[in-house]
T-cell receptor, first 116, second 109 residues
Framework: EPEVTQTPSHQVTQMGQEVILRCVPI?????FYWYRQILGQKVEFLVS????????KSEIFDDQFSVERPDGSNFTLKIRSTKLEDSAMYFC??????????????FGQGTRLTVV | DAKTTQPPSMDCAEGRAANLPCNHS???????VYWYRQIHSQGPQYIIH???NNETNEMASLIITEDRKSSTLILPHATLRDTAVYYC??????????FGTGTRLQVFP
């Protein structure tokens, strides 16, 4: 069964450093997302990406965050200058579209980011 | 997006049906009901979705009331591996899903 894969599974970084989280969405999907979950809290939407541009973003997704689809398979989330409060599990997801309707989203297993 | 209300926790005996309720009284006519679950700290897993009609797949059944103000997810024969947090989400589509706190289902032997 096709699945969304994320690397690395765990990343530890120093505060102020840049990190790039990587995702390989399901191959025929057109919509891509990043979510995050701080330990013990809700899953929060960060950003959606379609047709090589951001289609929607949340208040959390400020100037320190960026997303890119550098080639036909990878989808990345960059955090420019990490802060302690960026420590969380980051989930990538992807979905197909049927006209204007976006079908179910499939999530990866996540990257646990620890900022020290 | 419509707000959903779910009980914070439920128990279910292994092998029995687990019926997880969800209220979404402010749902609009073109919003879908999605169910996801999260096992421990894994990525949310899609279960099922529906608009008006009842739906069934290999994982579960979704029963939506005629007025669409509530729904029930049914796991017909719960196993220990079904222990998870179950999220009911109402949305126009699967983009920008808003997760609440869900129902923590504990399946016991």
């Amino acid at each position: 069964e096709p699945e969304v894969t994320q690397t690395p599974s765990h990343q530890v970084t120093q505060m102020g450093q840049e990190v790039i989280l990587r995702c390989v969405p399901i191959s025929n999907h057109l919509y891509f997302y990043w979510y995050r979950q701080i330990l013990g809290q809700k899953v929060e939407f960060l950003v959606s990406f379609y047709n090589n541009e951001i289609s929607e973003k949340s208040e959390i997704f400020d100037d320190q965050f960026s997303v890119e689809r550098p080639d036909g398979s990878n989808f990345t989330l960059k955090i420019r200058s990490t802060k302690l409060e960026d420590s969380a599990m980051y989930f990538c997801a992807s979905s197909q579209g049927q006209g204007f309707f976006v079908t179910e989203a499939f999530f990866g297993q996540g990257t646990r980011l620890t900022v020290v | 997006d419509a707000k959903t209300t779910q009980p914070p926790s439920m128990d279910c005996a292994e092998g029995r049906a687990a019926n997880l309720p969800c209220n979404h009284s402010t749902i609009s006519g073109n919003e879908y009901v999605y169910w996801y679950r999260q096992i421990h700290s894994q990525g949310p897993q899609y279960i099922i979705h529906g608009l008006k009609n009842n739906e069934t797949n290999e994982m579960a059944s979704l029963i939506i009331t005629e007025d669409r103000k509530s729904s029930t997810l049914i796991l017909p024969h719960a196993t220990l591996r079904d222990t998870a947090v179950y999220y009911c989400i109402v949305n126009l589509g699967a983009d920008k899903l808003i997760f609440g706190t869900g129902t923590r289902l504990q399946v016991f032997p």
